[in-house]
Nanobody
Framework: QVDLVESGGGLVQPGGSLRLSCVAS????????MAWYRRVSGNGRELVAQ???????TYDDSVKGRFTISRETGKNMVDLQMNGLKPEDTAVYYC??????????????WGQGTQVTVSS
């Protein structure tokens, strides 16, 4: 069973745009945050953008002003609009959802990843 399904990756020229979308399984309850991470070949995953159910949004400094994360109220879906893409944005992008199971336990859910390549 796949918890999170991503779509929207691909190849784009520098300066171009892509929109990533992620849908969480209805089986995941009590999601309190959703986010996009990325992994550049050979490195660990890094946070790109995060949005909490209370509306708080966090961006990595490298994408501020270029990327926008959004989530439709009441739906377990999250999008990442990426504008002004640069070659250094090339990575595998992963959707993440944090679900609060109890006061002391949070379950982490990940998508399988979608490749974004920025190249001329």
């Amino acid at each position: 069973q796949v918890d999170l399904v991503e779509s929207g990756g691909g190849l784009v020229q520098p300066g171009g745009s892509l929109r990533l979308s992620c849908v969480a399984s209805e089986a995941i309850r009590n999601i309190y945050t959703m986010a996009w991470y990325r992994r550049v070949s050979g490195n660990g995953r890094e946070l790109v953008a995060q949005i909490d159910t209370d509306g708080q949004i966090t961006y990595d400094d490298s994408v501020k002003g270029r990327f926008t994360i959004s989530r439709e109220t009441g739906k377990n879906m999250v999008d990442l609009q990426m504008n002004g893409l640069k070659p250094e944005d090339t990575a595998v992008y992963y959707c993440y959802a944090g679900a609060r199971v109890s006061a002391m336990r949070i379950d982490n859910h990940w998508g399988q990843g979608t490749q974004v390549t920025v190249s001329s």
